[in-house]
């Protein structure tokens, strides 16, 4: 019988939270294992449940929920965006220049999609989250990954940036709060970023998705504040997790700054907008409600909250155990430690997680996952309970004790 072979497109996409790690804990908890499963960022199963309002929003509006929608989303969706980015001082944010998507996954493939040719470069971070690199490489794009500084901070590196642009490249990505090493950026980092994109004419994408998840006295500043009257920025934001509604996939992006002359490539995201008929109308009926309603995710990341407590512990273990460090994260929702070459000496980190998984049944992600170049990181997510969290840190120290002595 004739192989039907996939695509050669896919021959170099990887998305390692969903991989042939996943695959392994599947297979295990087939046969009766229990996984602690530290892989993805879905709050949900862990007991962060949606605000009631915004539940019963949806529910209310599911009768005239049952068509599509404009192929840019529902107005009341779209207005609410333009309202949030407006209340932040950002002037050209309008409703015809926001998009609403199945998530924010499915705008950043739309994004690359209208933009990359064959061989046309985009700048993006390392770590990065990975469906960027996937997504501009689908679309025929050669990424260029900028590394971040573990050093200082997780903040991205200036110079490394500025040795990696060429004349075929064609925008950067910023991801800030960082996923997967939970960085804040500070804004003379932005604004180092932003004077490049000027410079060489760059389109800046701004993933923003964990904007309201910080933690301590961090901040966030919102790339687009910094680029009004200068260049095009595009923002990436949705309900997944400050909403706690990952499974309604409601996410937007909004192009504000100066758009003059980036009128064709916003034809191509319309025409493209347009191929996918519409985003899930009812889940966009959430959007105005929680956009505009009580913030519950303050009590979540405020002293004594889940989330600050939950990082304490999990970060508090983990930079115990010998021969690892973990920069304390300032936002989002994981861990991105890094074990000493010298005391570990890791040639394959995929073979590491799977090692763990199969040892102490807790899965988590390796860091050449994230597109970091060498295989001394892993992620891990702190969305249990301290309850189950502390027994998770064990088992890795525990895990970790027996590759020294071996």
Known sequence: MVQIRKSNKLANICYEIRGPVLKEAVRMEEEGQRILKLNIGNPAPFGFEAPDEILVDVIRNLPISQGYSESKGLFSARKAVMQKYQAMGIKSAD???????????????????????????????????????????????????????????????????????????????????????GAVYEKGILES?????????????????????????????????????????????????VYRTAGFRSGWMVITGDRSGISDYIEGLDILSSMRLCANVPAQHAVQTALGGYQSINELIASGGRLYE???????????????????????????????????????????????????????????????????HVRFVFLPHVEELIPAMDRFAAFLGRLRKR
């Open 95 to 181: 409703v015809n220049h926001v998009w609403m998507g199945n998530g924010v996954s499915e705008l950043i493939v739309m994004a690359m999609q209208g933009l990359l040719n064959d061989g046309d470069e985009i700048l993006i971070p390392a770590p990065d989250y990975p469906l960027w690199t996937a997504a501009a490489t689908l679309a025929g794009g050669y990424v260029r990954h900028y590394l971040c500084d573990e050093g200082a901070g997780w903040q991205p590196d200036i110079n490394d940036i500025k040795s990696k642009i060429s004349n075929k490249t064609k925008a950067i990505v910023i991801i800030n709060p960082n996923n997967p090493t």
């Open 193 to 241: 970023i932003i004077n490049l994109a000027e410079e060489h004419n760059l389109l800046i994408f701004s993933d923003e998705i964990y904007d309201k998840i910080l933690y301590d006295e961090a901040q966030h500043i919102p790339t687009a504040t910094l680029t009004e009257g200068r260049a095009p920025c595009i923002t990436f934001g949705g309900l997944s997790k």
């Open 310 to 376: 939950q990082r304490k512990v999990a970060w508090e273990a983990l930079d115990a155990i010998p021969g690892v460090h973990c920069h304390k994260p300032e936002g989002a929702l994981y861990l991105f430690p890094r074990l000493d070459p010298k005391m570990y000496q890791i040639k394959n980190d995929m073979d590491l997680v799977l090692q763990f998984l199969r040892e102490e049944k807790v899965l988590i992600v390796q860091g050449t996952g994230f597109n970091w170049p060498t295989p001394d």
